[in-house]
């Protein structure tokens, strides 16, 4: 639940720091005084866009801060999601806005976008406002609605995946089949580029080879030349490299070495046999290259042809270099697979995509017949729980009707009603009016408080168009839901302020330079005097104290 909530720098709020406690909380205070802007603070924290023109110092940044304690487990997936650092005590989201218009926003210190704290937060709190209402006379809403009163959530996202894949799955064989026609206008002329391709057989790495065999054929006299001189350098008579090394060691090996070092010059000695040894494998080697080199006029030329057809495909296809030959040719070899068997492809993903659809089909049938149970059980439960909110003729239905398969399954749901015994049940859309509207939808959140699964719901001014006795009973409606989550309400009626377990009131006071809103805690007495001033205006008299303690009194019983 929200347990702490500071906001800075922000339309008429300077510097304001609130605790709150679970159960009911109830905020008053005239109109203009700063409880909207309370809610507009919270709607950042919420997703909302911020505007400079909120931020009243111009020479600091705007911060909205909000602590939520325990929050549910269930969140915890969303925190890993987002590489978030799950702390199951509290949660603390940061909204900051410069002056500029430029605005951060943090989870737990961690910076995040946008949507990831709207992810967050989306699960912590729930503001429900006159648009909500407005949004539930929208047809839209009502599927949502009795998905989450039906506890959908798991069968729901299993079904949205698999419509995902189906959709990839049509996706990929609609571009398959564009792909086979576009090829299919160009058959021919992929056929002769791989008619010509086939002829030359490119292959990895060829070029390179037959450009070395090209350079020593067609110098093959010189190399050998070349070869032969450090052949001869290396072991070709007695002035030779090897021959001028053996008359050293015997030469060393007549004297007395030990004259010179401790191991008598053995280790010397050993130095001259690897010097022996790895000039005998270099004259090998040598000799060895001088052996492979041959002058073949006959294979020279048909080195030089073979790269020659190599450079002029490259150049003719207008590849960069012989890899992109290859590559190319195995393309082609693709693609005019594609032309002449691509059917068969497209017929196998087609007969994936039936099966597909037809699971589906078989999950939305199940999704739809859970959805017609909960849809009655609504119904009745709604109609019991809105009639004491002054709609005595009220008639309830949803009518779920079934259509094509979209990611929400085969259904729309519609609320259909009549407020009044002579008229016809007809969409809420065209025949609810505001106060109605209201009433229905503090009975839904009452009926959902518990599937919804949000630690914290706030009401503004939900109690509009309604006094006395319905006021009363939307108040004493919003205090059980108390029972199940943290409840707050921002209200103008009395006998709701009266229901509340706490009581804060937001007022303005004027300074040199500009007006500023405050909000603070009512203490039972002062309650008393909000409550009298509620029921009586500005004069406050004995009969107005007396009616609010008679309301307090009522409320604690």
Known sequence: ?????????????????????????IITGETGAGKSIMLGALSLLLGERAESKAITDKSRKSVIEATFNEPAHE??????????????AEIIVRREVSP???????????????????????NLVDIHSQHSNILLSQSGSHLAIIDSFAGNGEMLASYRNDFAHYVALRSKIKKIKARIEKNK???????????????????????????????????ADQIREDLGEAYGLLDGGDRSLNSLLAETTGALSKVNLSLFSEDGGEELMKRLEVLRIELKDITETVYDYMEEVESDPARLAKVTSRMNLLYDAIKHFKVLDEAELV?????????????????????????????????????????????????????????????PLGLPNLRFEVALSQ????????????????????????????????????????????????????????????????????????????????????????????????????????????????????????????????????????????????????LLGQSIN
């Open 1 to 25: 639940m929200l347990t702490g909530l500071i906001i800075k720098n922000y339309a008429l709020i300077d510097d304001l720091n609130l605790t709150f406690a679970p159960g009911f909380t």
């Open 75 to 88: 969140l915890k997936k969303v925190f890993e999601e987002n590489s978030l650092e799950w702390n199951p």
């Open 100 to 122: 500029t218009g430029r605005s951060r926003a943090f989870v737990n210190d961690t910076p995040v976008n946008l949507p990831t704290l709207s992810a967050v937060t989306g």
């Open 185 to 219: 206008e160009n058959r021919d002329y992929i056929a002769f580029q791989l008619e010509q391709l086939d002829k030359i057989k490119p292959k990895e790495g060829e070029l390179k080879q037959i450009e070395q065999e090209f350079d020593m054929l067609s110098d």
């Open 327 to 387: 590559a190319l040719h195995k393309d082609l070899q693709q693609r005019l697979y594609s032309i002449d068997n691509g059917d068969e492809d497209v017929s196998a993903l087609e007969k994936e995509a039936r099966q597909l659809a037809k699971e589906l089909k078989h999950k939305a049938d199940i999704l739809s017949e859970v959805r017609r149970e909960a849809a009655d059980r609504f119904a009745k439960i709604l109609t019991a729980t809105a009639i």
């Open 403 to 550: 259509g094509k398969l979209t990611q929400d399954g085969q259904d729309t749901a519609d609320f259909i009603c009549s407020f009044n015994k002579n008229h016809s049940m007809q969409p809420m859309s065209r025949i609810a009016s505001g106060g109605e509207i209201a009433r229905l939808m503090l009975s839904i959140k009452s009926i959902m408080a518990k599937s919804m699964n949000l630690p914290t719901v706030i009401f503004d001014e939900v109690d509009t168009g309604v006094s006395g006795e319905i006021a009363d009973k939307m108040g004493e409606m919003m205090r059980k839901m108390g029972g199940e989550m943290q409840v707050m309400a921002i209200t103008h009626l009395p006998q709701v302020a009266a229901k509340g377990n706490s009581h804060y009131k937001v007022y303005k006071t004027d300074r040199e330079d500009r007006t500023v809103s405050h909000v603070r805690p009512l203490d039972s007495e002062e309650r008393v005097r909000e409550l009298a001033a509620m029921l009586s205006g500005s004069s406050i008299n004995e009969a107005a104290l007396a009616n609010a303690r008679m």
